[in-house]
């Protein structure tokens, strides 16, 4: 049992590691060795408020990844099912595991409803991880994360 744990852990981790990697932020192309910037005028008239057109866009963007990761994570379940018990379910658990540390990576940024929402899903995931860990055989339920999802959907259409 402590071996599954520390195995479902570890893809967990690694899953989380490799989705770090994503999305790149852009280096600053900033000379090294410039002199002191000088201040510019303080013009707020151009200033954005802080519920941004900016902001929405990062949330939309992150919308639309998290949309695809619940895509490619119900791809990489049904796939993982195909294994069959007994190692199947480890496959399946491991697989519930990533694709909630996906929807987390991806959600960051986003606004609070959102972020929120998208932290429903990824808990409901955990727990179908949990739960499929749990026995050759679980059949857990999705009903929690089938409505975790469409409130998601709702808070995304908000945007």
């Known amino acids: 049992m402590r071996r599954t744990q520390l195995f479902l852990s570890s893809v967990a981790v690694v899953a989380l590691i490799a989705m770090s990697g994503c999305d790149p ?3 600053s192309e900033e000379p090294t060795n410039s002199p002191a910037p000088t201040a510019a ?10 519920n941004s057109a900016a902001d929405d866009a990062v949330t939309a963007k992150a919308c639309t990844d998290i949309k695809k990761d619940l895509e490619d994570n119900a791809d990489k379940i049904a796939k993982a099912e195909k294994i069959g018990p007994p190692a199947g379910h480890i496959a399946v658990s491991a697989q519930w595991i990533a694709g909630s540390a996906a929807i987390i990576a991806h959600s960051i940024g986003a606004n ?8 429903k899903v990824q808990q409901e995931m955990m727990n179908l991880g949990e739960e499929t860990n749990k026995s050759a055989n679980a059949k857990p339920s999705k009903k929690d994360l089938e409505a975790a999802v469409k409130e998601l959907n709702t808070a995304c259409a908000a945007v």
């Open 41 to 50: 005028p303080s013009d707020t008239s151009s200033a954005l408020p802080p």
């Open 112 to 119: 609070e409803a959102v972020s929120a929402a998208a932290d």
């Open 25 to 27: 932020q852009p280096k």
